[in-house]
């Protein structure tokens, strides 16, 4: 079993910047996880926002492309979402996830809200 705890979040005026963390319960930042974040606002469905495979490939969605930066320390077991130049669209809670490929282990994190005020 993989724990993932978020934290970093809060509230930020538009144009400024947070960053996420996700510490995980054990070594898997570096084994075959595909790592990533998600994001969900009210009424609305979770929605990727960027991952990070073990080789350092990184893929965003487009509305966050150029703004926000994904990464990870192997060392620490934690991932990290560096958002700039944010805005009131990004309000959302946001969940770290983990993804063996080809197995049914699919891990989420707790959330952490994110509130980007105009």
């Known amino acids: 079993q993989v724990q993932l705890v978020e934290s970093g979040g809060g509230w930020v005026q538009a144009g400024g910047s947070l960053r996420l963390s996700c510490a995980a319960s054990r070594n898997i930042i570096s084994d075959n996880y595909v790592m990533g974040w998600y994001r969900q606002a009210p009424g609305e469905p979770r929605e990727m926002v960027a991952n990070?495979?073990?080789?350092?490939?990184?893929n965003y969605a487009s509305s966050v492309k150029g703004r926000f930066t994904i990464s990870r320390d192997n060392d620490k077991n934690t991932m990290y979402l560096q958002m700039n130049s944010l805005k009131p669209e990004d309000t959302g809670v946001y969940f770290c996830?983990?993804?063996?490929?080809?197995?049914?282990?699919?891990?989420w994190g707790q959330g952490t809200q994110v509130t980007v005020s105009s």
């Open positions: 996830n983990a993804y063996l490929g080809g197995s049914a282990k699919n891990y």
């Open positions: 990070i495979w073990r080789g350092g490939a990184t």
